[in-house]
């Protein structure tokens, strides 16, 4: 028997409105104004190998990366840029640093935006206006990228260090520049490895100017540094309706730098949520090795993108009860497992069937999310 439950879809919640920017193109990507909060990430290959940067940039897309930015450092990836451009499944963003060459070479390449340095690049103030008409012509947008790593030796001295204050001045002093010869099409990050002085730093950036921001924390370390540092910079903003684009940076597989922005972006409600998995903590009441069953459905479920919240909770006394918003669940102990839909007792299954049976019920739960429908509860 299947039960339609009917149910009605309340209002997303958000914890702030986003902050009105102006809105520029990255390729055929919308950043700030009203468009989504875009992901970005780096690829890792030199760019000249074109194979191997193609191959990062599928599985980056696959991951889903809405932009990706490329090295380009010598004369050899500059040449590169227009094949890689040409078949890239999303833009692609040239990262300069030093020479100024460069950055005409990616504009004439086709590249979706082109990221200058100003505290890297040699002589870069008296070349902004031709670069500016080379960007216009091309429909070539620009970011701003101030870190506190290159900061311009004269705001060193100013402010003694690379602070929220220097950082801002920075990236102010070059948008005058742009602006001075009419150009508005970029984008502006201040990033600094410390998450406070780069929540600081955005803030006081926010009140400034009404261009999009780019966040992100440089340098933010391995993947478990990286990830917290990143969540709690970037939710704090977020949480405040600062930011049109993120890049989590991450000493790891870029793949997992998108992985980590997206599941960021979901769990504030600023992208459509994908599959999640929610599990209830280990405690003395557990009756199951709960870990390991929420590892065994997550891995199970792996390539699966419909917007299902699968629970793993280890009590069948509180499960059900706690797991009750999700989509599909399992409240397991004493051997076996209550799965459940929507806090519905579905059926009871023998521990060792429990992850066959939430795969089952979630691949025909997917399908029906594709055909259109809503999910039906089938009780047995």
């Not at 980056?60 to 990706?68: E, F, H, M, N, Y």
């Not at 094949?83 to 640093?97: G, L, N, Q, T």
């Not at 419909?306 to 280890?314: F, N, S």
């Not at 006394?317 to 102990?333: C, K, M, S």
Request: a negative charge.
């Amino acid at each position: 028997m299947t039960v339609n439950l009917g149910m009605p879809t309340p209002p997303i919640p958000t914890l702030a409105p986003r902050r009105k920017t102006r809105q520029i193109k990255v390729g055929d990507v919308p950043v700030g104004g009203d468009a989504p909060i875009s992901v970005q990430s780096m690829t890792t290959t030199k760019t000249h190998d074109v194979g191997a940067t193609l191959q990062q940039i599928a599985a980056l897309t696959a991951a889903g990366c809405d932009i990706v930015r490329v090295a380009c450092p010598t004369d050899k990836d500059a040449a590169a840029l227009p094949a890689i451009v040409a078949r890239s499944p999303i833009p692609v963003i040239a990262d300069i640093h030093f020479q100024p060459k460069y950055v005409f070479a990616a504009i004439e390449a086709g590249c979706g935006a082109v990221r200058v340095n100003p505290g890297n690049i040699r002589k870069f103030d008296d070349q902004v206006e031709a670069i500016c008409q080379a960007a216009h012509e091309h429909g070539t947008s620009l970011r701003i990228g101030v870190n506190a790593g290159s900061l311009d030796p004269r705001l060193l001295a100013k402010h003694g260090s690379a602070t929220a204050e220097a950082m801002v001045e920075s990236a102010l002093w070059e948008a005058s520049l742009f602006e001075q010869v009419g150009f508005h099409d970029f984008k502006i990050s201040v990033k600094h490895h410390d998450p406070v002085v780069m929540i600081k730093a955005y803030e006081l950036l926010s009140q400034e100017c009404d261009y999009p921001l780019h966040l992100g924390v440089t340098e933010a370390g391995p993947a478990f540094q990286g990830t917290i540092k990143s969540a709690v910079a970037f939710g704090h903003l977020l949480a405040e309706g600062i930011g049109d684009t993120i890049r989590v940076s991450l000493s790891d597989d870029p793949v997992e730098e998108v992985k980590v922005g997206v599941k960021i972006l979901e769990s504030l409600n600023l992208r459509p949520r994908g599959l999640e998995i929610v599990s209830c903590p280990m405690c003395g009441r557990c009756q199951v090795d709960v870990l390991k069953l929420a590892n065994d459905v997550t891995d199970a479920l792996e390539g699966v993108d419909a917007p299902l919240r699968v629970a793993v909770m280890g009590c069948v006394v509180n499960g059900i009860g706690e797991g009750r918003e999700a989509d599909l669940g399992v409240a397991a102990g004493n051997g076996k497992g209550k799965i459940f839909q929507h806090g519905e007792v579905i059926t009871t299954v023998p521990e060792n069937q429990i992850v066959d049976t939430l795969v089952s019920e979630a691949h025909r739960m997917a399908a029906e999310l594709d055909e259109g429908g809503a999910p039906e509860v089938t009780v047995s």
